[in-house]
């Protein structure tokens, strides 16, 4: 099945990636601050640009200085021995060299590909009336999914990725599709009557089975620690469950009394 | 190195089974049960500033001092704020560099503010500070300042939210979002 093959290769791609970053150099892990004494003489400065979808900054610091050495540079606050960044993200340095050497590995951008371990659950879609639907009137689709919060592990170091869903595909089986970019509610949570037009309901003209599909488009961001969510270029896009419906017609007849009551009455 | 199909089998079974969602109604909000120590995010920014305004003004008398008494942060700072100042301003004391003047806080803008549970990072503030005003000067009075130095610098602050008290722990270059501008 098309869905267990994508999780098998997108776990793959995922575990490769912690592996390598894990043997990448986590000897000298150590964040970047800045110190009073940085801000004032101009050595705590990022060389880093900030494209339009690219979150992912890659770049070099000056480094603070390790205090307590005596007679390092010339004595002017531009001079100090700079240090490599080797994972740079967001204006972050998470992992930094004291000592680069020419074969420090290249600096991996966060992208879908490395929170694939992190998995949203998929939505669930629901609809009214439940199974069936009448020609002519609208069908309620609505959907259960909510913003999530998957913790993990990325580039080798705890983490949490936060999935929010922005978009809707539904393909109602009739050749029509749209993209809503709601989640819908039933009738009685929006105050309607049944059969009610509502932001994700769809008429069906003609009677048949149908199947409907649902694919729900997430927007990822991650974050270390107690920092701020970091977005991820791109979107996710989790199928959810199939419906099934029979749109069939209905025939407004004249009863006596109730056919439930008496169902061998005149019209029943 | 080669690893064995069989280990890579059960990586793999074990990373499968982490991800199969066992739940197929995600639940729709977290039980908010603690108090909040702040009523709002204006609160917690307003508490911030508050707390960074302290913070700069004893580390700016510290570094008009030349780096005496660094021990006056710890009221004010904490963290790897703390120890990169301390371990700033030793080096200010060795060098027998000092500052005159003061930096400004010019600028503030909320990034996240976890107002329910506090701990470690509940508070976290995009801040803008304006230094120009400030001059660091080597022992016979000539500046040491960077021609590189920006008048105006970023930074993404971090706060500690611990019993009822926010605490800056952690400031970073921050080239995001222009605060400053």
């Given at each position: 099945m098309d869905w267990h093959k994508y999780l098998r290769i997108a776990t793959t791609l995922a575990l490769a990636a912690v592996l390598t970053f894990a043997a990448a150099?986590?000897?000298?892990a150590e964040r970047v601050g800045c110190s009073t004494t940085d801000v004032l003489t101009g050595g705590c400065s990022v060389d880093a640009s900030v494209g339009a979808d690219d979150v992912t900054l890659v770049g070099t610091a000056t480094s603070p200085g390790s205090?307590?050495?005596?007679?390092?540079?010339?004595?002017?606050?531009?001079?100090r021995p700079p240090f490599e960044c080797q994972i740079f993200v967001a204006n972050r340095c998470l992992v930094r060299v004291p000592h680069p050497g020419p074969a420090a590995p290249a600096v991996q951008p966060i992208t879908l590909r490395d929170i694939a371990s992190f998995r949203p659950s998929p939505g669930i879609q629901f609809m009214e009336p439940n199974g069936w639907v009448v020609p002519g009137l609208d069908a309620n689709f609505y959907s259960v999914v909510d913003q999530q919060l998957v913790n993990g592990t990325l580039l080798a170091q705890p983490a949490t990725v936060r999935f929010t869903p922005i978009a809707w595909h539904w393909n109602?089986?009739?050749?029509s599709a749209v993209v809503r970019a709601t989640k819908g509610a039933t009738w009685a949570a929006q105050g309607l009557q049944d059969f009610d037009r509502t932001p994700t309901s769809h008429v069906y003209e003609s009677e048949g089975e149908y199947v409907i599909r649902l694919t729900i488009d997430f927007r990822a961001e991650y974050r270390f620690g107690a920092t701020g969510f970091i977005p991820i270029a791109g979107t996710i896009n989790l199928p959810a469950n199939d419906l099934r419906v029979t749109v069939t017609g209905a025939k407004t007849v004249l009863v006596e009394h109730d056919c439930v009551a008496n169902p061998g009455g005149p019209g029943c | 190195m080669r690893i064995s199909p069989l280990l890579v089998t059960v990586a793999l079974l074990l990373a499968l089974a982490g991800c199969v969602?066992?739940?197929p109604h995600p639940s729709t909000s977290p039980s908010a049960s603690a108090t909040p120590v702040f009523a709002s995010d204006a609160e917690a920014l307003a508490a911030a500033e508050k707390a960074y305004a302290a913070y700069l003004k004893v580390s700016d008398q510290v570094a008009n001092d030349?780096?005496?008494?660094?021990?006056?942060l710890k009221s004010v700072a904490t963290g790897s704020l703390l120890s990169d100042d301390l371990a700033g301003f030793a080096s200010f004391l060795e060098k027998r560099w000092h500052s005159i003047g003061k930096t400004d806080l010019t600028k503030t803008v909320l990034q996240?503010?976890?107002?329910?549970?506090?701990?470690?990072?509940a508070v976290v503030v995009y801040i803008c500070e304006d230094v120009a005003g400030v001059d660091v000067v080597d022992q016979n009075g000539a500046s040491v300042v960077?021609?590189?130095?920006?008048e105006l610098q970023q930074f993404q602050v971090t706060f500690d939210l611990v019993h009822s008290q926010l605490t800056p722990s952690a400031r970073e270059p921050w080239t995001g979002t222009n605060t400053c501008g």
């Open positions: 150099g986590e000897a000298h205090g307590g050495s005596a007679g390092k540079g010339s004595g002017h606050a531009g001079a109602y089986g009739d050749g | 969602p066992s739940d030349g780096g005496k008494n660094p021990e006056r996240s503010a976890d107002l329910t549970h506090g701990g470690e990072g960077s021609a590189e130095r920006p």
